[in-house]
């Protein structure tokens, strides 16, 4: 088979990396890609905006198979585009997907079907938003309805953080047209996690559990950015949990969606708070994590390319899909400023020190040739690399990437050291 990968993050040179493991693989191709996906497959030089593009490679190339990474194409349509020209592709149409490119349409699929999430109010109007506020009790939590690169939450401890939010967001326009709508919500109190789960429009399989450190400093703190590394499985995740969230969210969601005319196929992620109350809803993605599956492709026994066309043919009931017991850890790699500025270009160094057992996905990476005709990788972006170790434990799987991340050296290289720390005893 020939496959085709959109996107160019640690995300998208996992799900190649697991194709590419894959005896069905013939010839493996991403979109644009990064210096990490050019060592495995033939990177094509195509944004993942370029939809008509894309199409037009995935055509003239004879790709039986497309897999898309973020959400943005996702939201715009790429799926509907490649099946009105007969390309099979991974991923929920463009009106499926607006279980997360519109926080408003799936509150009012969650609060239609009864599935557990925050309770709360949604407005068009800012001064009726703004009363609204002012007569709410915090914390409390103001959402910007569309897609707003992971910064359109605010969760407000004070009324004036609350109201100056609601401002930016409806008044000020920070966000555009993400912002004509918003929900003002309670917030939740509990542990989060995030569980993906693999569905072809019927059957849902979650995938195996994992936590996501969206703030960029050690224990949380500092601003929230793409996620800055992740695990699997956090320890207060058990199999209960995870059938609870089956049967009580995924589950009910993806028969809403086939009732509301937008049958959803492709990969549903929830982002959980995990409440006294049980498990509810922060957010729903239309496809796989970053940096979720960085550490949970890891730990997929099942060949990749069967469950994705048992999601395409309606036969998920038909794949016994299988995880490896072992745990699983990532640390990203940042530049210096990330999530604001920062510089691009500085030579990474170290890939051939790393143990053997470590995994490193790139991001915002690209191949340079050198005066001397050599090689090199150099930064390309925010986040770098993703350094990926599994173990017998989460404390093994930890240890052994927090050993190697130092071996790899970029200029104002910046990392978290705490990722899975908090479940390491003793
Ligand atoms: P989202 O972009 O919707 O995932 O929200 C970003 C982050 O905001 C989540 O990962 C949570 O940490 C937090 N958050 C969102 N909604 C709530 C809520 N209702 N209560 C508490 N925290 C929330
Ligand atoms: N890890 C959060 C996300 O993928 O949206």
Redesign the pocket.
Known sequence: MKVLVIGSGA?EHAIAWKLRQSPQVSELYVAPGNAGTAQIAQNLPIPASHIEALADAAQSRGIDLVVVGP?APLAAGIVDHFQSRGIAIFGPTQAAARIEASKVFAKEIMDKYGIPCAKGVVFSSYPQARSHIKAQLTPIVVKADGLAA?KGVMVAHTREEALEALANIMEKRVFGPAGDWVIVEECLMGREA?LLAFTDGHIVVPMVPAR?Y?RLGDNDEGPNT??MG?YSPPSFIDASIVDNVKKTIFEPTIRALAQEAHPYKGVL?A?LMITAEGPKVL?F?C???????QVILPRLKTDLVDVLLAVLNGTLDKVSIQWSEEACVGAVMASQGYPGSYATGSPITGFDCLDENIIVFHAGTKSLVKDDGQMEVVTDGGRVLTVVALGKTLAEAHNRVYLNVPCLRFEGSYYRHDIAADEIVG
């Open positions: 995300r959400e992971g995030s996501d969206k793409g996620g992740s992620y982002g957010e993605n496809r796989f994590g970053d940096p979720e599956t």
